[in-house]
């Protein structure tokens, strides 16, 4: 396998006897609306950019890749990862070539007496139902949750999605006005109406980003306890980035 001679990674080498200098893997069809699942996350943008380029190549595969955030309050800090997907119908075979491509890779960097860390690549199987984006349904399209992810974030989000449901409700429907809520005894029953209220409020909340193509919406989902903040950077219709907020 040929290395990049600046940093000595392995590259990817052109297929001999083609004058195709474009990029090979296959790049998803506006109409492509089948289900897209995944495969395997990388805990790098890169590792999951190669690994995408290099499966694209050995199977003729179109891939997406979505990126995850999430917000780890034990640890103060903001996680990513990066979710390889393919559709449904081909999943399985594409893990399989993966867990070959993965081995290769392990296998090379143990002879190149490397520094990377192979165990940045997660390539566990994960069923299809774990986590399906479907370009018909975006509300299918979920992250992992971390089960630390609490703390100072969830009163923030819960004022913040508080507070835009008075507002819209007030320029709604003006005519109702908003009635006082009766006092309650107790931080979980207060809690408890909260919820309930946002449940009642139209979603998700939108707002405009960038050069106002872009797009960010903010989802309530009661049912589950949690805060979902998805963002379409560029205006495509897809959402690139995802952060989940657990409230319990």
Same mark, same amino acid.
């Given at each position: ?12 080498e052109?297929r001999?006897?083609?004058? &195709? ?21 990388f ?5 999951a ?5 290099e499966l ?10 979505? !990126? ?22 081909l ?14 890779? /392990? ?23 774990? !986590?399906?984006? &479907?370009p018909?349904?975006p509300?299918?399209?979920?992250? &992992? ?20 449901? =008075?507002?819209?409700?007030t ?20 809690? /408890?109406r ?8 139209p ?6 980003v ?10 309530i989902?009661p ?8 963002? &379409? ?8 980035? !995802?952060?989940t =907020?657990?409230?319990?």
């Open positions: 396998m040929a290395r990049c001679p600046a940093c000595g990674q392995p590259v990817s052109r001999r006897g083609t004058t &195709d200098d474009r990029r090979s893997s296959q790049q998803p069809d506006p109409e492509d609306h089948r289900r897209y699942v995944r495969i395997a996350r805990r790098w943008a890169a590792e950019g190669f690994f995408e380029h694209a190549e050995r199977l003729d595969v179109p891939t997406r890749i979505l !990126e995850h955030s999430n917000f780890d309050a034990m640890g103060g800090c903001w996680f990513t990862w990066y979710a390889l997907c393919v559709p449904e119908e999943a399985e075979p594409a893990q399989a070539v993966l867990r070959e491509l993965i081995a290769e890779h /392990e296998q090379d960097e143990a002879e190149w007496e490397s520094e990377a860390e192979p165990a940045n690549v997660f390539s566990s199987p994960w069923s299809p139902n774990q !986590e399906v984006w &479907d018909l349904e509300r299918t399209l979920t992250s &992992d949750t971390a089960a630390g992810a609490r703390g100072p974030w969830i009163p923030i989000l819960l004022t913040l999605a508080a507070g835009a449901a =008075v507002l819209w409700g320029r709604a429907l003006p005519h109702r006005g908003l009635q006082p809520a009766a006092p309650v005894d107790g931080q979980e029953q207060t809690t /408890e909260l919820w309930q209220g946002l449940a009642r409020w979603e998700p909340w939108t707002q405009l960038g050069d106002g193509r872009g797009m960010r919406q903010l989802h989902d049912i589950r306890r949690r805060i979902i903040v998805r963002e &379409d950077a560029d205006g495509d219709g897809r959402f690139e980035r !995802e952060v =907020v657990p409230a319990e």
